[in-house]
């Protein structure tokens, strides 16, 4: 993945370019046919995804509950909490996604820490759907 891709996605806003290209070097970016099921409710969460291009629909059961689109991520949850995921996201369209594993996130927390916390609270302060059901 390109630094200059990751200047495109908000969620990335508060990094220097520096650690943008250390976070470049570490995720991929790939395609996603329609219809593909990228997470299901109940596996285990070992990456997370950023939508560059296309939409995704956010199910829990036969619960709709959001539309995702450029911009928008998902998968984090189960990966900041070690927990399973608590919902299905299916490809609507063709998407884009960049993919950032919860290996290379462990690197990157060791290599730099700072780019860890940014990156945290960045999606500590965006996630806006999707909490889970008690």
Same mark, same amino acid.
């Given at each position: 993945?390109?630094?200059?891709?990751?200047?495109?996605?908000?969620?990335f $806003? +508060?990094?220097?370019?520096?650690?943008? &290209?250390?976070?470049?070097?570490?995720a991929?970016?790939?395609?996603?046919?329609?219809?593909r /099921?990228?997470?299901?409710? @109940?596996e285990?969460? $070992?990456? !997370? !995804?950023?939508?560059? *291009?296309?939409?995704? &629909?956010?199910?829990r059961?036969?619960?709709?509950?959001?539309?995702? +689109?450029? @911009?928008? !991520? !998902?998968?984090?949850? @189960?990966?900041?909490? $070690?927990?399973p995921?608590?919902?299905? /996201?299916?490809?609507?369209?063709?998407l884009t /996604?960049?993919?950032?594993? @919860?290996?290379a996130? *462990?690197?990157l927390?060791?290599e730099?820490p700072?780019?860890?916390?940014?990156?945290?609270?960045?999606i500590?302060? &965006? &996630?806006?759907w999707?909490?889970p059901?008690?």
């Amino acid at each position: 993945m390109d630094e200059a891709q990751l200047r495109q996605i908000e969620l990335f $806003d +508060g990094l220097t370019r520096k650690q943008r &290209r250390r976070l470049a070097m570490r995720a991929d970016e790939i395609e996603i046919q329609p219809g593909r /099921v990228l997470c299901s409710k @109940g596996e285990h969460a $070992d990456e !997370f !995804f950023v939508i560059e *291009k296309g939409t995704a &629909r956010v199910m829990r059961g036969d619960q709709y509950l959001d539309e995702l +689109g450029p @911009g928008d !991520f !998902f998968g984090e949850m @189960g990966l900041l909490e $070690d927990a399973p995921r608590n919902a299905d /996201v299916i490809a609507e369209t063709a998407l884009t /996604v960049m993919v950032l594993s @919860g290996q290379a996130l *462990k690197e990157l927390e060791r290599e730099s820490p700072e780019l860890a916390r940014k990156l945290g609270r960045s999606i500590e302060q &965006r &996630r806006h759907w999707l909490e889970p059901v008690g």
